[in-house]
């Protein structure tokens, strides 16, 4: 496998900075779908504002991607993840691994539903769980943790997890990944480290709201510890363990990405506290923010399954409703709550 190229499919900030890690140790094919943007990319040697290695060579080839590469990185976002997939699969075997770094949910609803339909877990999908709906790859895992794709390429000292029940797609992304300013742990509870990388972008929305609003540090501490509650809660709930909430994928990314502005998901609150509306703020933005669409679909899982998670919902009323940003935060402040932790 070694002389092989490594494949990352998706170049926007975070594809491209995977690509570069990985070309510390590996030559790399990175699939951008627009074939303009392939050649522009092989002519200035820039993708999503990032130098690219010299190890890096860009394709527009799907085919020629799976055929080359053994091991493949999908970096998508999760609204073409599906789509993505389901072109792949002709040139997919089940030789070929897959370690996605997508951090968002795939929501299917059947055309026609019953009239008693209601949403459940049945209808809302992880990206491990869609590579395993519509290709016949086999040795899935996934990469999360605090990886600001813009403090990535500046080469900045940082650490990932890999997480997979697989052990040799845990040492391989090891392998292929780690280097001497990027560490990268290993855990086999895929769900759990997915749903970590998931479920933070709804609290660095809550955290850029804060911000937004002009609120301090105390304010965001206490949106840090009840927000990782609200995500062990949640997590649990849809079938991770708490002990990957309490890693590098959970508590560690909910730091990063709750206390910088590189983060789109806070950028995205940021505007909301400072009065935009949702569609405003999205108008604004360049890149994804997957918190947004995570919230809508928290929001109907939580509301059919009966579960109360408190922040989601709160946000989904700021986004979706008309609650202003000023009126949740009352809101949050007198809802009464006095045990500290209670999922232990
Ligand atoms: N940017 C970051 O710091 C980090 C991002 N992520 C996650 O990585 C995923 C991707 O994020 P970014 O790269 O930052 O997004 P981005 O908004 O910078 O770029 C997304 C790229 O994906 C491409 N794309 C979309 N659908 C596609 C499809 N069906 N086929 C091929 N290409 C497609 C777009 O053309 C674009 O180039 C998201 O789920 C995000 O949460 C995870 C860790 C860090
Ligand atoms: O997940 C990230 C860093 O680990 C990036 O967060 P954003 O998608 O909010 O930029």
Redesign the pocket.
Known sequence: MSNKPVGV???????T?VANLLARNSDVLL????ADTVNEMATKRLS?GQQLHERVTPTNSLEEIATKCNVLFP??????FR??MVSMSQYLRPYHMMIH????LDLRIPEEKPHDFVLSQDHVFTMSEIIKQETVVVRVGCLAGP????ELSSGDPAATVIASPFNEVIEQGKTLLRSENFQVYGNADLRGVELC?VLK?IIAVASGILAGLGLGENSRGLLVSRGLVEMIYLGKALGGEISSFIGLAGIGDLVATTSSASS?NYTLGQKIGKGATLEQALGEME??A?GINTIRIIHQLAESQGIKPLITETLYKILYEDMTAEKGVNYLMRYPSNIDIDFI
């Open positions: 499919v998706g170049a926007g900030s975070f594809g900075a699939y951008a779908r627009n999503a970096v998508v976002p999760s609204s073409g789509d993505l770094g997508t951090k968002g990886n600001l794709a813009s990388g972008n789109r890149e994804v997957e």
